[in-house]
C-alpha cells in the first residue's frame, strides 16, 4: 500500500514512499510521465516538501498543481547534485526550467580552447569557443562549485596573452589555486591531467576520476616519487570528503522566503567637494547584512567632485579583485550613475543587473531606476542604500579626522 507523504496532495506518488535526507536531484512528473522539473537539493526530503508546504509564486504553484509523480537520484554530496541536475536538465529540457528563457540566459561551465585552458562561467553563446557544461540554474550556486573544484584541480583565470607575464605570482597562486600559471611555473602536462579531471567531474564521472587517481598514486609510490603520490592521495582524500557546506546552504536559502536576489552589493559615495573622496560596498546575503564582505575604498585617480568617474573607478577596482560577484548592484543615484556603472562593468565582459534609487519629487517616495523587475524588495534595497551611505559616511569621517590632525 502506497504511503501518503502529502496529506494536503494524496494523489501525489514518491520513489519508494521515501524522501531521504540526503544529497540528490529531484524529478518532478506529471500524470503522463512526462517530466516537468528538475531541482538539486542538499536534503531532498526537507527540499521537496517545502513545495506542499508553503505558498509560492504562480508559475511555481502552476507547476505544484501538475505534479503526480516524483522520482529522485541521491548523490553522496550537493556539488554532484548541481552536476547531475545541470546534465538532466541538458538532456531532457523539462519545461518548467527552460520556459520563457532564451539561450543568452543560460549560464555555463566552459573550458576554453588555450595552451593552458581557463575555466570560466559563460552566459549564451560560447566565450571561446570551448567545451561547456551545463546550463545551471543558479549562478551562485555555480560560482560556489568553480571554488569547490578549483580547491582540488587548480586552473588558470589569466588571457593566453598573460600568461608567464607576471612580474610576482598573483594572489591566487600564493593561495593553491593558480598553478603557476602567471609567472610561467606551471606543468603543461600536469595542468591538462588536472583539466581532463575538470571535465570527467562537470561529466558527473567522479567515481571514475577517484579510480584514475588511485591508479596514479600507487604507480608514484612504486617509482619512489612519493611527492608525487602524496599530491594525489590529498586530492583523492579532497573528492572523497568535499566540503559543500556552502552549497547546502544555498540550497536551504532556495527554500526560505527569501526570493530576491542571492547577493547584492550597495555602493555609495562620500566626499565635500571632492575631498577626501570615499567610496563603500556593502553587501546583503539573501536580504540580510554580510559585513564580512564590506569594503571600503579610497578614491584614487579623480580629482574634483565627479560621482560618476568615482563609482567607475570603485567598481574597475572591485572586480579585479576576486570576489564572489554579486547578482545584483544597487547605486545611491539615478541612470546617469546607473549607466556609469554600468560601462565599468561591461569592459570586464559582465552582465549584472544594476538598479538606482532616487527619491520622488516629493523627496519622500524614493522611486528605483534601471534593471528593475518584480522579485525586487524594495524595503530590502532601501536597508542596502542606508547600510551604504552610513559606511561611506563612517570612513569619510575617519579620513577626514586624520587629515584635520595633520593639517
Given at each position: ?13 514518491v520513489k519508494d514512499n521515501l524522501l531521504p535526507e540526503t544529497p540528490g536531484v529531484y524529478l518532478m512528473k506529471d500524470a503522463n510521465g512526462r517530466l516537468l522539473y528538475v531541482g538539486k537539493a542538499g536534503s531532498l ?358 587629515n584635520f590632525v595633520r593639517d
Amino acid at each position: 500500500m502506497d504511503k501518503v507523504l502529502f496529506k494536503n496532495r494524496p494523489e501525489v506518488k514518491v520513489k519508494d514512499n521515501l524522501l531521504p535526507e540526503t544529497p540528490g536531484v529531484y524529478l518532478m512528473k506529471d500524470a503522463n510521465g512526462r517530466l516537468l522539473y528538475v531541482g538539486k537539493a542538499g536534503s531532498l526530503k526537507r527540499r521537496v516538501s517545502s513545495y506542499f508546504n508553503r505558498p509560492h509564486d504562480a508559475r511555481i504553484e502552476r507547476m505544484v498543481s501538475e505534479i503526480r509523480k516524483i522520482d529522485y537520484f541521491k548523490t553522496d554530496t550537493t556539488l554532484e547534485a548541481l552536476i547531475l541536475e545541470a546534465l538532466l536538465i541538458k538532456r531532457h529540457r523539462p519545461p518548467y526550467n527552460v520556459k520563457d528563457k532564451d539561450d543568452k540566459s543560460f549560464l555555463y561551465i566552459e573550458v576554453a580552447r588555450d595552451k593552458f585552458p581557463r575555466v570560466m562561467l559563460v552566459r549564451g553563446k560560447s566565450a571561446s569557443g570551448g567545451r561547456r557544461f551545463g546550463p545551471f540554474t543558479s549562478a551562485s550556486s555555480a560560482r560556489i562549485a568553480l571554488q569547490i573544484i578549483r580547491k582540488i584541480f587548480p586552473f588558470s583565470v589569466h588571457l593566453p596573452e598573460a600568461i608567464g607575464k607576471f612580474k610576482r605570482p598573483c594572489f591566487d597562486y600564493e593561495i593553491g589555486l593558480c598553478p603557476g600559471t602567471c609567472v610561467g611555473k606551471a606543468d603543461r602536462r600536469s595542468y591538462l591531467s588536472n583539466i581532463r579531471n575538470i571535465e570527467k567531474l562537470l561529466s558527473g564521472r567522479k567515481k571514475e576520476v577517484v579510480r584514475s587517481l588511485e591508479r596514479r598514486m600507487k604507480a608514484s609510490s612504486s617509482h619512489l616519487e612519493f611527492e608525487e603520490a602524496q599530491r594525489l592521495k590529498r586530492q583523492i582524500f579532497a573528492l572523497q570528503h568535499i566540503e559543500d557546506t556552502a552549497l547546502i546552504g544555498e540550497d536551504a536559502q532556495a527554500s526560505a522566503e527569501w526570493r530576491g536576489p542571492h547577493r547584492i552589493e550597495g555602493y555609495d559615495i562620500s566626499d565635500i567637494s571632492g575631498q577626501s573622496a570615499v567610496g563603500s560596498m556593502v553587501v546583503f546575503t539573501d536580504g540580510k547584512p554580510d559585513k564580512n564582505e564590506y569594503r571600503r575604498f579610497k578614491i584614487r585617480t579623480v580629482i574634483g567632485a565627479n560621482d560618476f568617474a568615482m563609482l567607475q573607478e570603485i567598481m574597475r577596482r572591485r572586480l579585479r579583485n576576486r570576489w564572489p560577484l554579486p547578482d545584483l548592484i544597487l547605486i545611491d543615484g539615478g541612470m546617469g550613475q546607473v549607466n556609469a556603472v554600468r560601462e565599468a562593468v561591461t569592459e570586464f565582459g559582465l552582465r549584472i543587473p544594476i538598479v538606482g534609487m532616487i527619491k520622488g519629487p516629493d523627496r519622500k517616495d524614493t522611486r528605483l531606476v534601471g534593471s528593475v523587475t518584480g522579485l525586487l524588495d524594495k524595503k530590502v534595497l532601501i536597508q542596502v542604500r542606508d547600510e551604504a551611505h552610513r559606511f561611506a559616511i563612517n570612513y569619510h569621517r575617519r579620513l577626514r579626522g586624520a587629515n584635520f590632525v595633520r593639517d
